[in-house]
């Protein structure tokens, strides 16, 4: 059972690197086989299953390797987390009726098919400055009247992220950060991934939080095994309320191209800031293509990535 010991650790390691205290049923999720989860897809009913990794979780707190308090586990050294997560729950509730009014309207779109809640916040880890990042999933055909039209309200209210400085923009409560768009005939995330390992990237896939979707989630997860390959025990998402969202209503047909989306596109191209430009299509933080809009400027994957691998050799696992 080494390998299963070995993969809770590797997995809190990571949920220490980016600063969270997962509950027993999260770490059964994201439980991270590292390398040999490439192989054993199918072993999950044998030794790998949630049984096996609660017993090496509690061998793990026998020995004060692990603690779990409040429903909460971390590795000994970050215990401090579970205070700092609990702080960060009592402002979850407001983010979320927030967030849900955002996709209240980003739901009308006529070319949306799903909206996610990402990052931190979406496993209830919310900053009270923090901002409210999404992941929308368009029609293929539509990313930019998608993106110009979900943007629109919030631009005009002023209500998006301002990376200014301060004391030089006015203060706005849960900034709307929607800065990743992808169309439904690309759903394949796998090449904006870090070569060689991103695990940021994969606990973000895994930790999506649905508020909306036409049933287009799940060909999203069944096209990204390479994301979750590592995570065997990992299950599609599933709403806060339960599996209550809309149902797909059958296939889609793609949209002409039409003169509005070539106008937005050209609109929009021009008032990217200089840093967007600068970095788009140059690696995996932006890309700006009619199939994904991704704009990750500030993209500290890398750096968690180093954290997380100096946590891994702190406590003698293979990340």
């Not at 390398?35 to 049984?51: K, L, P, R, Y």
């Not at 779990?68 to 579970?82: D, P, T, W, Y």
């Not at 596109?265 to 890309?287: H, S, Y």
Request: aromatic share 10%.
């Amino acid at each position: 059972m080494d390998h299963v010991r070995g993969a809770v650790i590797r997995t809190l390691a990571f949920q220490a690197a980016w600063g969270y205290a997962p509950t027993r049923l999260q770490l059964a999720i994201f439980l991270d086989m590292g390398s040999i989860g490439v192989e054993t897809q199918n072993f999950a009913s044998n030794s790998i299953n949630t049984s096996a990794a609660m017993y090496e979780l509690d061998r793990l707190i026998a020995e004060g390797i692990v603690c779990e308090s409040r429903g909460h586990i971390v590795l000994k050294s970050f215990v401090e987390q579970i205070d700092r997560g609990r702080e960060k729950e009592f402002y979850f509730p407001r983010k979320l009726r927030h967030a849900r009014r955002v996709v209240s309207y980003l739901s009308r779109l006529p070319w949306v098919r799903a909206v996610c809640l990402c990052n931190t916040t979406a496993l209830g880890q919310a900053r009270d400055e923090g901002d409210l990042d999404f992941f929308i999933i368009a029609k293929a055909g539509s990313i930019w009247r998608t993106r110009f039209f979900a943007t629109l309200p919030f631009k005009l209210l002023g209500t998006r992220p301002s990376r200014l400085t301060t004391d030089d923009r006015r203060q706005t409560t849960d900034p709307i950060c929607l800065s990743f768009f992808v169309t439904d005939d690309a759903l394949n995330l796998s090449n904006s991934m870090l070569s060689e390992d991103d695990p940021y990237f994969r606990y973000w896939f895994l930790s999506l939080l649905p508020l909306t979707d036409d049933g287009v989630l799940k060909e999203l997860w069944e096209q990204n095994l390479k994301i979750r390959q590592r995570h065997p025990l990992a299950k599609k998402w599933m709403a806060l309320d339960g599996d209550d969202l809309p149902k797909s209503k059958g296939k889609y047909k793609p949209i002409v191209e039409s003169w509005l989306e070539k106008k937005l596109k050209i609109l929009q191209q021009r008032q990217f800031p200089a840093v967007i430009k600068e970095a788009a299509n140059q690696g995996t933080r932006v890309v700006v293509s009619d199939q994904m809009l991704k704009f990750h400027v500030e993209d500290r994957r890398s750096e968690y990535r180093q954290k997380y691998y100096e946590i891994c050799k702190q406590f003698g696992v293979n990340p």
